[in-house]
Structures are given as structure tokens and as C-alpha cells.
């Protein structure tokens, strides 16, 4: 007889509890256990690190982080299922916040390489088999297609699509830029944004508003209201019109690229 699946949020909750995330308690008020992945630190600017420098040094410890490495997935002898990111022989555990603990599963059974955000801090335990580094994870983007193709877009620059708008008008254009988030960094005039869900897509001193399309695609999900996620590039593919605040760009298709080298 197969075994009883076990509700996917339960999951993440006893990955929560076994991991003893951050040295947090999870105390309980008014019968209420305390999120331990509500913290002000979500608001920080991550650190680049690479997953070798993060498994050995303890620079890192208590501090936000992005980092790269393949996923996958362990169970201990207990039946407990942990998550590892691994780049060659650095291993660092991951235990994702409830609010992306289902996506993050869902991924994980492919075993993709990740570009994972959240908080780095030591595991408590003897064990040498659990990775003595982890990170409380709350945002991630899958990078396989991009790592591989190493792509440098054949799209124009969005400068140079800009330069040439009028003759543009209509067309099917894809652009390379910079994630801009709902104006995050001021590009544009305040209130310019010709409808409720545009976001800027930018380059340098240049930006569009972008319409018609979420920040979002196959094994990503950018927030247009979380800062960090401005460091991201996408490729987005459609067409340039005129909105009531000037150019804007009709999504079709976005999807993640790497930066210009």
C-alpha cells in the first residue's frame, strides 16, 4: 500500500520547525506558532555570493544573499524531506518561507540550477550529512535555460529601439533591459503609468512603461514592488505604442536573460 502524501504546506511547515531556522524560536502566541520568515531583512539588497564562499565562510551568516546551485532533494531517516542547493561540492541546506513553499516544491522535483534569495545561517547539529550552512529562502528564479545558452540577446538595446520609436510604431521589437519594478527607481515621471499592472523595463538613463504582460515566465516571478528583484534582465518581445504617457511597450513574451556583458 503507497504511503499517504503529505499536504505540501504541511511539508514546508515541518521543514520550518526541523530546521530550527536562524536560531528563531517558534513560539507561539495566542496558540498561534510566530513566522519565522516575517523579518525586516527581506527588505535588504542581497549579497552576491557564490555557493563555495557561502558553504565556508562565516562572513555571511545573519546577512541577506543570492547565490546559484542545483536543487535537490534528500530524506533523512526519519522520512523528512530537506532541500540542498549544490554547486561541485559545496553544499548548502535551503528551506523555503510558506508563502513559496509550494512553487519552490513543484520546482524542485526537476532539479533545476537556481538563483535563490533569502537569509544565510548556521545548522544547528552533529550531523555531517546535513550541510552546516542554510539559507531561510524566499525568493528564487530558475536560471537553467539561461546558464546554458549563455545568450547575449540578439535584441537591441532599449536605447537604441527608443531612438528609432517612430519608425518602431507598431512593430514587433525585443528589447534587453533592466527590471524597474512599479517605478521602483524613479525612471519615469510619478503617475505616468498608463494602467494599474505597467511596469518599467530600463537601460541606463532609457526606460518604457511596459504593458499587457506580467514580469513573469517560465520558472520566474519578478514583484514590481520588491526592490531587489530590480537587479534582474529580461528579453521582452512586442510592440511599441502609444499610451497616454507616451511609448509603452506591449509584452507578449518576457523572459529572463543575462546581463550585457
Do not use: H
Request: hydrophobic fraction near 40%; proline fraction near 7%.
Amino acid at each position: 500500500m503507497s504511503r499517504p502524501r503529505v499536504p505540501r504546506l504541511a511539508s514546508v511547515r515541518a521543514l520550518l520547525l526541523a530546521a530550527g531556522v536562524c536560531g528563531l524560536s517558534l513560539s507561539t502566541a495566542r496558540g498561534q506558532a510566530r513566522d519565522p520568515c516575517d523579518r525586516p531583512e527581506r527588505n535588504d539588497t542581497p549579497i552576491d555570493v557564490t555557493l563555495d564562499d557561502l558553504a565556508l565562510s562565516a562572513a555571511y551568516r545573519e546577512k541577506v544573499v543570492r547565490t546559484r546551485g542545483l536543487v535537490e532533494t534528500e530524506v533523512d531517516t526519519s522520512g523528512q524531506r530537506r532541500y540542498v542547493l549544490r554547486d561541485g561540492p559545496a553544499r548548502v541546506g535551503v528551506v523555503p518561507c510558506p508563502d513559496v513553499g509550494r512553487d519552490f516544491e513543484e520546482m524542485a522535483v526537476r532539479r533545476p540550477r537556481l538563483e535563490v534569495t533569502g537569509l544565510a545561517s548556521d545548522k544547528a547539529g552533529t550531523n555531517p550529512l546535513v550541510p552546516s550552512t542554510q539559507i531561510l529562502l524566499w525568493a528564487f528564479v530558475d536560471v537553467s535555460d539561461v546558464e546554458r545558452s549563455r545568450r547575449q540577446a540578439t535584441s537591441g538595446g532599449l536605447a537604441e529601439v527608443l531612438k528609432g520609436a517612430e519608425s518602431q510604431l507598431g512593430r514587433t521589437v525585443r528589447v534587453l533591459g533592466q527590471f524597474g519594478g512599479r517605478n521602483l527607481l524613479k525612471d519615469l515621471p510619478a503617475d505616468s503609468a498608463p494602467d494599474a499592472s505597467a511596469w518599467v523595463l530600463r537601460d541606463g538613463r532609457q526606460a518604457v512603461w511596459v504593458v499587457g504582460k506580467r514580469p513573469e515566465g517560465s520558472g520566474f516571478k519578478l514583484n514590481p514592488d520588491y526592490a531587489p528583484d530590480a537587479a534582474r534582465w529580461l528579453e521582452v518581445e512586442g510592440k511599441l505604442e502609444r499610451c497616454a504617457a507616451g511609448l509603452c511597450l506591449r509584452a507578449r513574451k518576457v523572459s529572463l536573460s543575462a546581463p550585457p556583458s
